[in-house]
């Protein structure tokens, strides 16, 4: 899974990132500090990395810091996935962890899920479903007839709660 997405804009290359569905403009900048810093803003990134990475390949430096992004925007994330999932379930796995998996976003075992904090590139909709889904599967045999039956009916109430939700924020904003 690629971390960081080139583009091209009047013949100049800038790079992307993604966070919860949005692409943000990632700006490199050279410091005199020896510590990598990242500060995330509502379009863009500011990466400031120290000047002795300004002449040699700091791909993997970057790479690294999205990651550290990623893996701090899951905690949040992912828990409040997780919270969404057992209300609309009414049952939890047993245990939870979040940790780096090569080419998939879950895993299940043992009543475990084990969550990929990449899965912050996309959308909340898009984590939350893969939650319900992960619980479902902790529950039921992937594929089997239960499984299916009960990832239907969570997907429906899943609607069911979103509706609810943007009603009773409409219903405060005005």
Excluded: W
Aim: glycine content about 0%.
């Amino acid at each position: 899974m690629s971390l960081l997405n080139f583009k091209t804009a009047s013949n100049k290359t800038y790079l992307t990132v993604s966070v919860l569905g949005n692409s943000l403009k990632l700006n490199i900048k050279y410091t005199n500090t020896l510590i990598v810093e990242l500060n995330k803003k509502e379009t863009e990134i500011d990466l400031f990395l120290p000047k002795k990475y300004k002449h040699i390949e700091n791909i993997d430096v970057i790479n690294l810091a999205i990651q550290k992004l990623y893996n701090t925007i899951a905690e949040t994330e992912i828990e409040y996935a997780m919270e969404i999932a057992r209300h609309i379930l009414k049952f939890a796995p047993n245990d939870y962890k979040i940790q780096r998996l090569n080419n998939e976003f879950y895993k299940c075992s043992k009543n475990i899920i084990t969550i990929n904090p990449d899965i912050v590139k996309y959308n909340r909709e898009i984590i939350n479903t893969t939650i319900i889904q992960a619980f479902c599967k902790i529950k039921y045999k992937f594929n089997s007839a239960p499984y299916k039956k009960l990832l239907n009916t969570a997907m429906n109430n899943y609607e069911i709660y979103k509706t609810k939700t943007l009603i009773n924020k409409c219903l405060k904003v005005s």
